[in-house]
């Protein structure tokens, strides 16, 4: 059966959490990193690369290329909070998911929980899921393989959306630059310029061997992708460590009675979720984000699997209350079930009641 995969990848992810939550450095020249001369950049904003700046680039060669590059330090929590609420869109839809980093991750929807048959529709709603959620975009590629899939997201970044059907793979794949095929650096690419190819194309014309004699493994490699040969499987993180669901509000909100209305309703979409997935839980944390982004969790772990929606409901209510209620605008709340299952309990959520961060 052929399969559907999808590739989904943040544009440009540091930078743009640093963009959307710091209005002053929309539209503008930014680069996560440290100004020292020491320092490395871990990530640039669009404006930034257009001066030729590029994540992993020397902070100090940087500067040189653009005499108004802002520097802001990075905030690892912030990427972390953006990539878990990704990581709940994705398990929206399946559980074959293997993330690749805090901001990419290869899905299989060959078979999903929308029973929804078209990959490319799945990739538009995660799509909107994903700004609904964060306020950030993604590019995604679909595709039968998991390298034609990596390499569509990345094709029209950024918020691209690329379908690379099997009647259309050997055409795009023949027309594909060398630098674009996964693994290629610039040595690699440098040693192909040499041997006169610089596209699929060009690739598809020597034969296996000598690939293999010229590159050894990554010959191997380099024929079977220029063919579109590519069976390796998404492989699903062993362990799915939290259920979650969230909302943000369209217009902040301080009215009690409105959040509670909220709560319910994000108690009841989580609920659901956990019967989806079949699993229970003994830890529910209430997050809640307020319209400064100070976000605070308030966490509770019972000792018998909470698996019923007056459950939910009742500690997520206790949790609102606990201390207090919310005491100014709130942006967002959300509930999300961990210690699932089996897993052990961890003495470490336990302790993390009235955990306060402030972003
Ligand atoms: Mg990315």
Do not use: W
Request: contains cysteine.
């Amino acid at each position: 059966m052929e399969r559907k995969i999808i590739h989904i990848d943040m544009d440009a992810f540091f930078v743009a959490v640093e963009q959307r939550d710091n209005p002053s450095l929309r539209g503008k020249p930014v680069v996560v990193g440290s100004p020292h001369k020491r320092g490395v950049i871990s990530a640039a904003s669009y404006e930034a690369r257009k001066y030729g700046i590029f994540s992993a680039m020397p902070s100090i060669v940087a500067a040189r290329k653009c005499k108004d590059l802002i520097f802001v330090p990075g905030r690892f929590h912030a990427y972390k909070e953006a990539s878990e609420q990704i990581m709940q869109v994705f398990y929206e839809y399946t559980d074959q998911v293997e993330p690749l980093s805090l901001d990419e991750a290869y899905l299989d929807v060959t078979t999903n929980k929308m029973d929804n048959p078209s990959a490319t529709n799945i990739a538009k709603e995660i799509k909107i899921r994903i700004k609904e959620s964060t306020e950030l975009t993604a590019s995604a590629g679909v595709s039968f393989n998991k390298f034609l899939a990596k390499v569509g997201s990345d094709f029209n970044k950024p918020d691209g959306l690329c379908v690379i059907t099997p009647a259309a793979s050997t055409k795009f794949i023949e027309a594909l630059k060398i630098e674009k095929f996964p693994g290629v650096g610039k040595v690699n690419a440098r040693k192909l310029h040499d041997l006169g190819i610089s596209t699929g194309k060009d690739l598809k014309k020597l034969t296996q061997e000598s690939l293999i004699n010229q590159f050894g493994k990554f010959g191997e490699y380099l024929f079977n992708m220029s063919h579109g040969i590519d069976n390796r499987e998404v492989i699903a993180e062993r362990i799915r460590k939290s259920i979650g669901a969230e909302r943000t509000f369209g217009e902040d909100i301080l009215d009690e009675a409105k959040l509670l209305e909220s709560l319910n309703r994000i108690a009841e979409i989580l609920d659901k979720r956990i019967k989806k997935s079949n699993s229970s839980g003994k830890t529910l944390t209430l997050k809640i984000k307020y319209f400064d982004f100070e976000i605070t969790t308030r966490s509770k772990t019972v000792f018998y699997p909470i698996s019923e929606i007056n459950e939910v409901l009742a500690l997520a209510q206790e949790l609102f209350y606990t201390p207090k209620a919310p005491f100014k605008r709130v942006r967002l709340l959300g509930l999300s079930l961990s210690n699932l299952d089996n897993n052990e309990i961890n003495i470490g959520d336990q302790l993390k009641l009235n955990f306060h961060e402030l972003l």
